[in-house]
């Protein structure tokens, strides 16, 4: 019984995020964006572009202050992660470190993108924890349905395997791991 009531909350969820979820940037007010953020914005683009890469562009300003900026390099450099919104994450984290990043005011934190974040990325958003995100174009629901239902394909084949105490005992290789705050 168990089992069907988590299916049943799991679907609803679905549900709800795909009808509301792709509209609810579109409903805020558009903001002026400053002729300076507007231009590195373009010049990162541009500069994927001449790579052969999509030319999207990221920036992420802390306190008016760009920490981290980032376009598209996935063709240029090989890279599976090198969209702009993950660049830009991880140029903030080269100038922070990650516990310096992980301490900054949440609230003084801005992502400001070219394009709406695919979901590996709007998954990166969430885990930095970075709330404020200003988008210049948003994808079509049509595009958000097809990410939606590969997301969920790959939920639904994922397999378990016979021995998750491989994974518990790299938990505890790590320093700081503490078995009374383990979140698994």
């Known amino acids: 019984m168990n089992y069907w009531r988590t299916l049943f909350l799991l679907l609803a969820t679905v549900i709800i995020l795909l ?19 507007t231009d590195t914005l373009a010049k ?3 500069q994927a ?18 920490v981290g900026s980032g376009a598209n390099d996935v063709i240029d450099a090989n890279k599976a992660g090198g969209h702009a919104e ?31 974040p695919c979901p590996m990325c709007r998954g990166a958003i969430a885990e930095y924890q970075i709330h404020d995100i200003r988008v ?3 994808k079509s629901l049509r595009t958000h349905w097809y990410n939606w239902s590969q997301t ?20 505890r290789l790590h320093p700081g ?8």
Do not use: C, H
Not at 103 to 115: A, H, M, P, S, V
Not at 162 to 168: K, V
């Open 19 to 37: 009808i509301f979820s792709p509209l609810s940037g579109r409903w805020n007010q558009p903001a002026e964006l400053s002729p300076y953020l």
């Open 86 to 116: 993950i660049n830009a994450i991880s140029g903030a984290l080269n100038v922070f470190g990650y516990s310096q990043f992980m301490k900054l005011d949440r609230k003084k934190l801005q992502l400001i993108t070219t394009f709406e």
């Open 136 to 138: 210049l174009k948003y």
């Open 44 to 46: 990162l683009g541009a």
């Open 177 to 184: 791991f503490d078995p009374a705050k383990a979140k698994y």
């Open 152 to 171: 969920l394909r790959a939920y639904f084949n994922s397999r378990p395997l016979y021995n998750p105490e491989l994974q518990d005992s790299l938990f």
């Open 49 to 66: 572009a001449e790579r052969g890469d999509v030319p999207i562009a990221s920036i992420l300003i802390y306190d008016n202050i760009i």
